[in-house]
Each structure stands twice: as C-alpha cells, then as structure tokens.
C-alpha cells in the first residue's frame, strides 16, 4: 500500500460544479496534513493545511479530515476554469525520526469545463 | 516579502558534466527541501535540512548527488557526472518555524541532460 493515495484523473466538473478531491494515507500517526495546487508547468502553491478532525473552510476551498478513516479530502465549491491544475496532497507521517517526513500523493488532475 | 529563490531556472548539459543548483529560501525560514520531478510524475523527496541539525538525505538517488546548505540559509545540490536520466525539474521549499511542514516552493531549475 502506497503511503499517500489520490485518484489520478482526470476528474471534470462543470463550471459552478463543487470539484471533490479525496486522499487517503496510510500511517495512523499522522499529524498534519495539506492541500498543494500544481498548475502545469509552475511549481507547487500551499492552498490548505489542516491538523484535527472536521471541516476547515478558507473562501471557497473546504479540507475535512477524518483521522480514524485516515481520510482526507478538499472540496472546491463553485468551481472556476481556473482551479484547473493539479492537486497534490501531502501527509506529515510523524514518525517520530529526526525528520517526520511529508509524503506527497500523486495528484489529482482537475479539469473545469466552461 | 520574497519567496524561495532558484537559480538556474533552466540548464542544459551534456551527459558526464558536474552541475550545481542553488536555492535561497524565504529569510527566517528554518528548514529546507529539495525534490525533484519528472514530467508529469509527482514529487520525489531528495533531501530535508532542518536548522543546524545533520541533514535528511535518505531521498538522494545516488551518490552522485549531493547537497549543502551554508549558514543555515542557501543550499546547493550538486550532481556530479550527470546522467540522462537526471533530466527533471529540481525543487527547492522552505518553511519557517513552528507550522508543522508548510512548505513554500521555489519555481524550480529545469535540467536537461543531453
């Protein structure tokens, strides 16, 4: 089991749509988790970052965190075609080690039709 | 106030030639990373310094690569006899103290390898 898991996608939604963009992850100690925004070409830009369980909301974008399903996901409401990109979602494994490393997933490609 | 730096931002070389790319993070940030990613692959963790700690370089590929940071500031990653192989985009994040791995990324040293 890899340590970070997102769909790949493509996942499309039509503009105004809410885009829903999961994650799981497979170390239960894990203590913090983020939300990155790639658009191609450009190098990644923090968009979330959340530490306990719930819902976080920031404008549009909404992170809910379920540790106990080690789950995490981002909601993109009324979604735009320029929230087109990728979305990486990063894990701080908490290992305990001299580096309590991020994992990062592989990304989930979003695309916002017109 | 100013992001992470990289420098480069391309570089072509030919197979066999040593290279070295530098990043200069955001001032006061205390730890640093480097990644690296290939087209339309995901983040690959080289190396992580944190303050003046011994640094994490259980991501380098081969010993062919390696990296400093002087002065608990800039870094450079140094890959030597470079290969094909070696050809991707070299990230460079920051993050300041205390916000549990929020990490803010430079644009990236694109390096082809000829």
């Known amino acids: 089991q890899k340590e970070v898991e997102q769909n790949s996608g493509p996942l499309s939604v039509p503009e105004g749509a809410i885009a829903s963009l999961n994650c799981t992850y497979s170390?239960?100690?894990?203590?913090?988790f983020f939300w990155y925004r790639q658009y191609s070409g450009k190098s990644p830009e923090l968009i979330m970052s959340?530490?306990?369980?719930g819902d976080k909301e920031d404008g549009r974008f909404t992170a809910q965190l379920n540790k106990a399903s080690q789950y995490v996901s981002l909601l993109i409401r009324d979604s735009q075609p320029s929230d087109s990109a990728t979305y990486l979602c990063?894990?701080?494994?908490?290992?305990?080690?001299?580096?309590?490393?991020?994992?990062f997933g592989p990304g989930t490609s979003l695309s916002v039709i017109p | 106030g100013a992001g992470v730096s990289q420098s480069p931002s391309n570089k072509v070389t030919e197979k066999g030639k040593d290279v070295e790319l530098r990043c200069d993070p955001i001032s006061g940030h205390t730890a640093l990373y480097w990644y690296r990613q290939s087209l339309g692959q995901g983040l690959e963790f080289l190396i992580y310094?944190?303050?003046?700690?011994?640094?994490?370089k259980s991501g380098l590929p081969s010993d062919r690569f390696s990296a400093e940071r002087t002065g608990g500031s800039v870094s450079t990653l140094t890959i030597q006899r470079t290969q094909q192989e070696d050809s991707a985009v070299y990230l460079c994040?920051?993050?300041?103290?205390?916000?549990?791995?929020?990490?803010?990324f430079g644009p990236g040293t694109r390096l082809t390898v000829t």
């Open positions: 994040a920051s993050s300041p103290p205390g916000t549990a791995y929020e990490q803010y």
């Open positions: 170390d239960r100690g894990s203590q913090s």
């Open positions: 959340i530490y306990s369980n």
């Open positions: 310094f944190q303050g003046n700690s011994a640094p994490d």
């Open positions: 990063a894990v701080n494994m908490g290992r305990g080690t001299s580096y309590d490393k991020v994992i």
